[in-house]
């Protein structure tokens, strides 16, 4: 029987679809950056406004956007420990109204002792605001109102400033963040997933360094996977393992053959002397004919090995591009 046997790097088994669950946290991350570019700045003001004397701010008229909603915020300046109560209106041309809010908005200060400690505190809340989309061209009128304003029980009179800003087509990204980080987290957990992939056919563990087993499997286009880890005690002294991996056919003839040197990695004490060492290789192979096929391992020095555990897997994808091994037999 004559086996020919290729062996060279591809990017054929890659599981696509792991990677195209990026485009959706990519897609929040892109509206993130560019939401501040897509708004249209309507107004961008301070006025001053009386106790209960409707100021109107602007007459204009608003246009529906693909994406995003008419926002106003509004924020108020008053001295420290006094409060007010405002509302936001937006009218039609009959006088009708589309939205309103109202914001209790306050500003309070003090001084606090504790322990033979004193310092000051400064709190506020003193912005408030409002979103409303129009689903066709209309016109509207902005209102601000002060329905109240005082210091603890006394009411005051006086002119208060705010500060207005409206933008239309303005995108509320606060509800963006957690989609972006959900949707990173279930993407990552998909590309993490991709070593799952496939039917475990073989999982073969000795006490020694030479497991064998054989099974049914390959076939065109069937990716098979080979798993070789081994676990070595506390003689372990080599860096380094030789692991010899063995294919014969159905006939018990071989048909394939490699060595190759295996990393071992220690686990010390805190005194510095060594616990155990742990050591895998993985091999990837395209066999053309769907067979039974034997598989057997060789570790050397075999010593020290405590434990080899040979796992095969087939119809397997990866998460990048592999060394593929190819046995076509005649």
Same mark, same amino acid.
Request: hydrophobic letters at 40%.
């Given at each position: 029987?004559?086996?020919?046997?290729?062996?060279?790097?591809?990017?054929?088994?890659?599981?696509?679809?792991?990677?195209?669950?990026?485009?959706?946290?990519?897609?929040?991350?892109?509206?993130?950056?560019?939401?501040?570019?897509?708004?249209?700045?309507?107004?961008?003001?301070?006025?001053? !406004?009386?106790?209960?004397?409707?100021?109107?701010?602007?007459?204009?008229?608003?246009?529906?956007?693909?994406?995003?909603?008419?926002?106003?915020?509004?924020?108020?300046?008053?001295?420290?420990?006094?409060?007010?109560?405002?509302?936001?209106?937006?009218?039609?041309?009959?006088?009708?109204?589309?939205?309103?809010?109202?914001?209790?908005?306050?500003?309070?200060?003090?001084?606090?002792?504790?322990?033979?400690?004193?310092?000051?505190?400064?709190?506020?809340?003193?912005?408030?605001?409002?979103?409303?989309?129009?689903?066709?061209?209309?016109? !509207?009128?902005?209102?601000?109102?002060?329905?109240?304003?005082?210091?603890?029980?006394?009411?005051?009179?006086?002119?208060?400033?705010?500060?207005?800003?409206?933008?239309?087509?303005?995108?509320?990204?606060?509800?963006?963040?957690?989609?972006?980080?959900?949707?990173?987290?279930?993407?990552?957990?998909?590309?993490?997933?991709?070593?799952?992939?496939?039917?475990?056919?073989?999982?073969?563990?000795?006490?020694?360094?030479?497991?064998?087993?054989?099974?049914?499997?390959?076939?065109?286009?069937?990716?098979?996977?080979?798993?070789?880890?081994?676990?070595?005690?506390?003689?372990?002294?080599?860096?380094?393992?030789?692991?010899?991996?063995?294919?014969?056919?159905?006939?018990?003839?071989?048909?394939?053959?490699?060595?190759?040197?295996?990393?071992?990695?220690?686990?010390?004490?805190?005194?510095?002397?060594?616990?155990?060492?742990?050591?895998?290789?993985?091999?990837?192979?395209?066999?053309?004919?769907?067979?039974?096929?034997?598989?057997?391992?060789?570790?050397?020095?075999?010593?020290?090995?405590?434990?080899?555990?040979?796992?095969?897997?087939?119809?397997?994808?990866?998460?990048?591009?592999?060394?593929?091994?190819?046995?076509?037999?005649?």
């Amino acid at each position: 029987m004559s086996v020919n046997i290729k062996d060279y790097d591809t990017n054929r088994f890659i599981a696509k679809l792991a990677y195209i669950g990026l485009v959706s946290p990519l897609s929040v991350l892109l509206t993130l950056i560019f939401s501040p570019l897509l708004g249209e700045n309507l107004i961008n003001k301070q006025i001053k !406004v009386g106790s209960e004397n409707p100021e109107i701010i602007k007459e204009f008229t608003l246009k529906p956007h693909l994406v995003g909603a008419l926002r106003v915020d509004v924020k108020a300046f008053i001295p420290t420990n006094r409060w007010v109560t405002y509302e936001i209106q937006l009218l039609d041309e009959q006088g009708n109204l589309l939205g309103s809010t109202i914001k209790e908005a306050w500003r309070e200060s003090g001084t606090w002792q504790e322990d033979g400690e004193r310092g000051t505190w400064s709190e506020q809340d003193l912005q408030g605001g409002m979103d409303i989309k129009v689903n066709e061209e209309r016109k !509207v009128t902005l209102v601000l109102n002060v329905l109240g304003y005082g210091a603890r029980n006394q009411e005051i009179s006086d002119l208060i400033t705010f500060r207005v800003n409206v933008q239309n087509g303005v995108i509320d990204t606060r509800h963006l963040w957690p989609g972006l980080f959900g949707s990173l987290i279930l993407s990552l957990l998909g590309i993490l997933s991709v070593p799952n992939i496939g039917k475990r056919v073989i999982t073969k563990t000795v006490e020694d360094s030479d497991p064998t087993a054989r099974e049914t499997v390959g076939g065109a286009n069937k990716l098979v996977r080979v798993d070789v880890n081994v676990l070595s005690d506390e003689t372990t002294f080599l860096k380094q393992s030789m692991v010899t991996l063995v294919i014969n056919n159905s006939y018990g003839e071989q048909i394939y053959k490699t060595s190759e040197w295996m990393d071992m990695n220690f686990k010390k004490t805190e005194s510095g002397y060594v616990e155990e060492a742990k050591g895998k290789v993985q091999y990837f192979f395209l066999l053309n004919e769907r067979n039974n096929y034997g598989f057997h391992v060789n570790v050397t020095p075999d010593a020290p090995v405590d434990k080899t555990t040979l796992k095969v897997t087939e119809g397997v994808r990866t998460r990048g591009q592999v060394k593929v091994v190819e046995i076509s037999t005649n």
